[in-house]
């Protein structure tokens, strides 16, 4: 394990179970509350490679539709499938999620990471190595002993990324981790998320910003009234998208 | 009519002396409290963290029994303990009536539900802001509440004073099942009601002042801790 480490420096991939638990599939996701239907019949296949962005107008139902696939959220309808299995725990290890907000534990930055690989079962003496290689990769080795909420709001995101890498997810949702930071911060978890990436973590990411899906993003589901609108292709999305909303969207024009 | 002034006078000399008497009731009170103290908190942290975390039908009730029970009355607890504690009792054959540790018993039931009702409060609100995030780290729920407890713990120090202070006041239920022996039972709030009313008011005064003397000290200990902890965003 070790040599991977080394080989990719910043993350295991998920080598440790055979078999991925990709594609992931939603089939007729329903998912109502307070008498509203919030979610509307959503069929989609995620699958393993492109970063995928989920973009859309407010309310759209963006965020809810990333904790279904994530569990968090059981649906009122419909199933959602991982290589053709509903999640189980073990599927469940294999995901992790980060928040508009992060939610970060009253400890000390590297006590973080640690707290999170130990939930996971990874083996103590394999904990440091995956510490530091995330740590490095999140430029955040400086500040290992610091009370992690004492960080500045683009440190605490990178932290709460290096913690969900440093499980060496398959899949990764992201809930506009960058929605209230500063261009710097922005890039610098841009470039992490290139990493993860690149060491074959599947990225789901709800964002906002259209520039951010431009430079990250293969592939777009455009989200309308919890329905999807599209999915596409990102370069057929933003040069020319099908549906009446998307494009409204893309021209800055408010969408009902 | 007793002379105010004169009684204090007498109050601050037994304190500054160091009277054997008064050093050994100071010393109970503490060791009764304190134990009392600890022992409700390893019964009344995880109870209200675990209502705090679970959701089951009757949560509502429990939480508003939870919340009743705060304000038990001592006498009360004091005599059922008693009656469970005395020699025809169920537990008569320990023989714990009169003794340091039917006190201890007694201090600590009434405390338990206010720690377990302000932690229950305390815990809710954190898991708000930990909730989704523990589950989506597949945290298990007796982990769950373990997480809870720890990050809490600056603000369940605060609960635990509080439960110190209920504890440490309390007259009621140690004056049934201690009986106010001198040397054995006898300790601040108790000995406060037997000199005053048999007229000693001196000793009276002097362990007044020591009682919120404590008070006050062990307020700005735990003040001065949560302040450390706020400057480690801890709290």
């Known amino acids: ?256 | 009519m007793q002379d105010f002034a004169g009684a204090f006078r007498l109050a601050v000399e037994l304190i500054t002396s160091g009277d054997t008497t008064l050093v050994d009731i100071v010393v109970l009170s503490m060791r009764v409290s304190l134990t009392a103290v600890v022992a409700a908190c390893l019964f009344g942290l995880p109870i209200g963290a675990a209502i705090a975390v679970a959701r089951f039908p009757g949560r509502g009730a429990v939480i508003v029994l939870l919340n009743s029970l705060m304000g038990l009355p001592p006498v009360a607890i004091g005599l059922l303990l008693y009656m469970i504690l005395s020699n025809a009792g169920p537990l008569g054959v320990m023989g714990l009536l009169y003794t340091p540790a039917a006190m201890i018993i007694a201090q600590a039931v009434l405390v338990t539900p206010i720690i377990a009702a302000l932690t229950r409060q305390v815990v809710e609100d954190l898991n708000t802001e930990y909730d989704e995030q523990l589950r989506s780290l597949g945290v298990k729920p007796a982990r769950a509440v373990a997480t809870l407890l720890w990050d809490g713990r600056y603000s369940l120090l605060t609960v635990a004073l509080a439960g110190f202070g209920r504890a440490i006041a309390e007259v009621g239920a140690v004056i049934i099942v201690g009986g106010n022996i001198a040397h054995v039972t006898r300790v601040m709030t108790t000995a406060i009601a037997l000199e005053t009313s048999k007229g000693d008011l001196a000793l009276a005064l002097a362990l007044g002042i020591i009682l919120v003397g404590l008070s006050i000290l062990v307020n700005s200990g735990v003040m001065a801790f949560k302040a450390t902890a706020v400057r480690a965003a801890y709290a």
């Open chain 1, 1 to 256: 394990m070790h040599d991977v480490v080394r080989a990719v420096p910043f993350l295991l991939p998920s080598v440790t179970v055979p078999g991925s638990c990709l594609p992931l599939e939603a089939k007729d996701l329903v998912f109502e509350a307070g008498g509203k239907r919030l979610i509307d019949g959503i069929d989609i296949t995620l699958r393993s490679g492109p970063v995928t962005a989920i973009m859309g107008p407010n309310g759209a139902g963006k965020s809810l539709l990333l904790r279904l696939l994530h569990g968090l959220l059981r649906p009122t309808q419909g199933e959602i499938l991982w290589s053709g299995r509903p999640a189980d725990r073990e599927i469940a290890s294999r995901q992790a999620m980060v928040f508009q907000r992060p939610v970060l534990l009253r400890r000390s930055v590297a006590a973080n990471i640690h707290y999170a690989l130990d939930v996971r079962g990874v083996a103590p003496a394999e904990r440091r190595a995956r510490l530091d290689a995330v740590l490095q990769a999140a430029r955040l080795e400086h500040l290992a002993e610091r009370p992690a909420r004492v960080l500045s709001g683009g440190e605490q995101q990178r932290l709460a990324i290096a913690r969900a890498l440093s499980m060496a997810p398959e899949i990764l949702f992201l809930d506009e981790p960058t929605a209230s930071l500063d261009p710097a911060s922005t890039l610098a978890i841009e470039e992490l998320l290139q990493q993860a990436r690149a060491s074959g973590t599947k990225l789901v990411l709800v964002t906002h910003d259209v520039g951010q899906a431009r430079r990250l993003a293969q592939e777009v589901l455009f989200m309308h009234r919890g329905r999807i609108a599209e999915q596409t292709m990102a370069g057929r999305f933003f040069a020319h998208a099908a549906s009446a909303e998307a494009q409204a969207f893309l021209e800055g024009r408010i969408v009902l």
